[in-house]
Every structure is written in C-alpha cells, then in structure tokens.
C-alpha cells in the first residue's frame, strides 16, 4: 500500500503542479474578463434571486426549487473540505495555503457561475424534476458522446465513492478523537443512515439537505465569531502571517511558496468545486425562468463556502498556534485549536458539527454521482449497485483506510475530472456570455424576472430539451 500511496502522490504533484492550477486559474480569470467580474458586480443581484420565491412548479410538478439545488451543491461543498481540507491545507503548506484558497474562490466563482448556467440550458425532464450536469452540456452542447460518458464515468468515480470515502474518514476520525468510538462500528451506522436517504431520490436529498445545511452552518458559523471575537487583537498578526507565508516571505513549518500554493488550490477546489463540473448536477434541477438565475446562486456558494467557512476554520487554527505542531493533521488540529480556545467541549462540537457537515456532503455527492450514471443507463440493477457502493461500501472503506489514503485517490480524482469539465466550459462558455448579456438588457428595461425560451439562441435551439 505504501509503494502505491508513493506513486498516487508522484502523479498527483505532476499533474497538480503543471496543469490543474495552470488551467483553473486561467479559465478563472477568462471568464472574470468575459462576464465582466460577474461575481462582484452581481453579488446584489445573487442575494435577491436565492430567497426569492416567485419562482413556482408547474400544477402537479416536484421540480426542486433555486433554494433546494443550492442546498444540495451546498451541501457537498460545506462539508470536510472546510474542517478537515483547510487543517491539512495549512499543516502541509503553511498558513500561506489559506491565502491562495481566498484567491481560487475569488476568481473560481465566475467559474462556478459559467458551469452551473450550462447545466441550467442542458438540462433534459426527468420523472418529477430535471436532470443535467457537465455530461448533459458535453453531448449536446459539444456532441461528443465519448467525452460525456468520460467524464460521466470520472464524477460518478470522483463523488459518488472516492469523496465519499474521505468524508467517512473524517466523520469516523473525529468520533474517535471526541468520544473514543470504534472507526468500525460508526462507518457501519453511517453507511445505514446514507442508504437510508440515497434511496428516496432528490427529492429527499433536497428536503435533508435544505434542513441540514443552513443548521450546521450557522452554528459553526456562530461559535467560530465568538472565538474570532475572543481574540480580536490577534487577528491582524493572522492576516499578516497569511500573506508573509503565501508569497514565501516567511516560511512557515512544512511550507514554501510553492507548497502554499498547490496545496491551497487543490483543497480550495476540494471545497469549493469550482471548475470541478460536480455543482452543475445540482443547478439543473432547479425550476427558473433563466439559466443566468442558478448560475447567479450557484456562484454565491463558492463565496459561502471558501470566503466565508473556510475563512472561519483558518483563524481558529492560526489563532491557537498549534498548526506548528507536527503530530496534528486534518480534523484531529481543527478539533485541538478548537480545543485550546473554548475548552474540551470544543473537541465535542467540532465531532458533532463534522458530522452534520460531512454526512450532508455524503448525501450530495451521491446524487452527482447519482445523475451521472443515470446518464449512462437507465438499468435499476445499476442504480441499485451505485446505491450499495456508494452509501455503503465506500463508506465503510473510509471507515477504515488512513487518512493519506483517501486523500491521495480523492485528489488524483480531482485532477482528471477537472481537466475534462474545464475543456468543455472553455468551449461552450460563449453561449453563457451570450445568456448573460441578454439577462442583464432584461434587467435594464425594468424586468424584475427576467426569462429566457430557446429561440433566443437559434444556433443552439435543437439541443434544448426544455425552455419552451
């Protein structure tokens, strides 16, 4: 297993190195260019349309509503990557690492804002919601039928078991620390809770999801201020530290400037999932009136996620200073940081809260995985094996593997599903210019909801399933 784990992470600091960060941050900043920094100058706009509730499902239809879909890609992306990813994000290249996460997310939001419109103009019917996603645009936006099933073999790989099994890893990590359970004996009872809801649909993953996630956020949210508050006079030597370690003017123990680099863009896109082609299975399943509108909210949540969650698990680790400590990695240093500054029950709600957090992940990166096969076959023996494999067995395999294990598969995952994603929005990111211009002249003529129909790009009509 050693000698595999060697050559797993060779691959990953080759293609991590030269190619994944290249190319987020190029398409990042392309499509920031070509939106006209959609991201900062709609942020108003992402407010209004994610608790608006004009939007209504036609008589006798289940359709998932904008606030659903963004629960559920929320749902994934808050989940270990905020706990967990950002600890070893730090422990590994240094408080720097924290730094170039804040930068994938800035830049990586016109991104996520790109990818989830396209999922939105895919998307096709589906029983009693929609369905679409990256797989859906490659065919027929691209119509590359290999490249689709590529990529839809990649994401049900990459979420449906490889995330999954870090997600368990941790959830399972933190019980130990916090309570002393068996690895064992709590991936067994997660993997009966995660069945349990994997086999309702969306529509209960979308109920689950809607509920957990606006929970645990704000309570982790609330108890993180209060430690931020606590030590306010420490907070502008943070933010120094963060900055001098990111540009490598100071090292920080177990950092240089490229470590700092690699490792807060792979554990920003593990949070955030910006560019990764996972958010867009979730945008298509909303009822809009615009592709632009789930582009808007899905962009919102690369900022919740990493600008925001993140933000608050990295001051909690620098405040405490313990990130300097060799023997504490992933959620055991989130857990002790917290530790040190409200006491043993911190440990307590930090177990709690990674369960709420990666539990919900697990939910939703299933249904990714979900629409993807889906996409490739609409046999219930195969749904039925994805079910047990994925809430199942992969959990359970995270139960019980180390944590270097699952973290080396998930980000080999990572790599290769974001490179496919990243050629096809390169590609079709000219249709969502277009859909945004045309939102935006709606906007200007005094259309408070604004709508989109098929005709309005004739090139493209044939390959629209909805938008009547």
Same mark, same amino acid.
């Given at each position: 297993?050693?000698?595999?784990?060697?050559?797993?992470?060779?691959?990953?600091?080759?293609?991590?190195?030269?190619?994944?960060?290249?190319?987020?941050?190029?398409?990042?900043?392309?499509?920031?260019?070509?939106?006209?920094?959609?991201?900062?100058?709609?942020?108003?706009?992402?407010?209004?349309?994610?608790?608006?509730?004009?939007?209504?499902?036609?008589?006798?239809?289940?359709?998932?509503?904008?606030?659903?879909?963004?629960?559920?890609?929320?749902?994934?992306?808050?989940?270990?990557?905020?706990?967990?990813?950002?600890?070893?994000?730090?422990?590994?290249?240094?408080?720097?690492?924290?730094?170039?996460?804040?930068?994938?997310?800035?830049?990586?939001?016109?991104?996520?804002?790109?990818?989830?419109?396209?999922?939105?103009?895919?998307?096709?019917?589906?029983?009693?919601?929609?369905?679409?996603?990256?797989?859906?645009?490659?065919?027929?936006?691209?119509?590359?039928?290999?490249?689709?099933?590529?990529?839809?073999?990649?994401?049900?790989?990459?979420?449906?078991?490889?995330?999954?099994?870090?997600?368990?890893?941790?959830?399972?990590?933190?019980?130990?620390?916090?309570?002393?359970?068996?690895?064992?004996?709590?991936?067994?009872?997660?993997?009966?809770?995660?069945?349990?809801?994997?086999?309702?649909?969306?529509?209960?993953?979308?109920?689950?999801?809607?509920?957990?996630?606006?929970?645990?956020?704000?309570?982790?949210?609330?108890?993180?201020?209060?430690?931020?508050?606590?030590?306010?006079?420490?907070?502008?030597?943070?933010?120094?530290?963060?900055?001098?370690?990111?540009?490598?003017?100071?090292?920080?123990?177990?950092?240089?400037?490229?470590?700092?680099?690699?490792?807060?863009?792979?554990?920003?896109?593990?949070?955030?999932?910006?560019?990764?082609?996972?958010?867009?299975?979730?945008?298509?399943?909303?009822?809009?009136?615009?592709?632009?509108?789930?582009?808007?909210?899905?962009?919102?949540?690369?900022?919740?996620?990493?600008?925001?969650?993140?933000?608050?698990?990295?001051? +909690?680790? *620098?405040?405490?200073? =313990?990130? &300097?400590?060799?023997? #504490?990695?992933? /959620?055991? !240093?989130?857990?002790?940081?917290?530790?040190?500054?409200?006491?043993?029950?911190?440990?307590?709600?930090?177990?709690?809260?990674?369960?709420?957090?990666?539990?919900?992940?697990?939910?939703?990166?299933?249904?990714?995985?979900?629409?993807?096969?889906?996409?490739?076959?609409?046999?219930?023996?195969?749904?039925?094996?994805?079910?047990?494999?994925?809430?199942?067995?992969?959990?359970?395999?995270?139960?019980?593997?180390?944590?270097?294990?699952?973290?080396?598969? +998930?980000? *080999?995952?990572?790599? =290769?599903? &974001?490179?496919?994603? #990243?050629?096809? /929005?390169? !590609?079709?990111?000219?249709?969502?210019?277009?859909?945004?211009?045309?939102?935006?002249?709606?906007?200007?003529?005094?259309?408070?909801?604004?709508?989109?129909?098929?005709?309005?790009?004739?090139?493209?009509?044939?390959?629209?399933?909805?938008?009547?």
């Amino acid at each position: 297993m050693g000698q595999i784990l060697g050559i797993l992470n060779e691959i990953n600091d080759a293609l991590w190195g030269y190619l994944i960060i290249g190319a987020l941050i190029g398409c990042g900043l392309w499509f920031t260019w070509r939106t006209r920094f959609v991201q900062f100058c709609m942020v108003g706009e992402m407010l209004r349309l994610l608790f608006d509730s004009s939007e209504k499902p036609e008589t006798g239809q289940k359709h998932i509503s904008s606030f659903q879909a963004f629960a559920v890609s929320l749902a994934s992306r808050v989940g270990t990557g905020n706990l967990a990813g950002v600890a070893t994000a730090i422990a590994v290249g240094g408080p720097g690492a924290v730094f170039w996460m804040w930068v994938m997310a800035l830049v990586g939001s016109a991104t996520a804002f790109v990818e989830s419109t396209l999922g939105q103009l895919f998307k096709q019917h589906h029983r009693e919601s929609f369905i679409g996603g990256p797989a859906y645009y490659i065919q027929r936006g691209l119509h590359q039928r290999w490249m689709a099933v590529l990529f839809a073999v990649l994401i049900t790989v990459s979420f449906g078991l490889a995330n999954n099994s870090v997600q368990a890893n941790t959830i399972c990590g933190a019980m130990e620390g916090a309570f002393g359970w068996n690895p064992l004996t709590t991936g067994a009872v997660l993997a009966v809770l995660t069945l349990v809801i994997v086999f309702g649909g969306i529509q209960r993953i979308a109920k689950v999801s809607s509920v957990l996630v606006p929970v645990m956020a704000v309570g982790y949210l609330v108890l993180a201020l209060v430690v931020i508050v606590l030590n306010i006079r420490l907070v502008p030597h943070v933010l120094r530290v963060i900055v001098e370690s990111a540009f490598g003017l100071e090292q920080a123990v177990g950092g240089t400037l490229g470590a700092a680099i690699m490792n807060g863009v792979k554990r920003g896109l593990f949070s955030n999932e910006a560019g990764e082609g996972s958010a867009p299975n979730a945008a298509a399943t909303a009822a809009v009136s615009h592709p632009v509108k789930q582009g808007l909210i899905q962009a919102l949540g690369v900022f919740t996620d990493t600008l925001v969650v993140c933000s608050c698990t990295a001051f +909690i680790i *620098l405040i405490s200073g =313990l990130y &300097t400590s060799p023997e #504490l990695n992933g /959620i055991m !240093l989130t857990q002790a940081a917290l530790e040190s500054e409200v006491g043993s029950w911190g440990g307590v709600f930090v177990a709690i809260a990674i369960f709420l957090f990666a539990y919900s992940s697990i939910i939703g990166n299933y249904y990714y995985g979900e629409a993807n096969v889906r996409f490739m076959t609409e046999s219930g023996t195969a749904m039925t094996t994805y079910r047990l494999l994925s809430g199942g067995a992969m959990v359970m395999f995270g139960a019980l593997v180390s944590l270097d294990t699952v973290w080396s598969i +998930i980000d *080999l995952c990572m790599a =290769l599903l &974001t490179a496919c994603n #990243l050629v096809a /929005i390169a !590609l079709l990111g000219k249709y969502v210019f277009r859909l945004l211009d045309d939102y935006r002249a709606q906007k200007r003529q005094g259309v408070r909801d604004p709508s989109f129909h098929r005709r309005q790009l004739p090139d493209l009509a044939s390959d629209l399933e909805c938008w009547d």
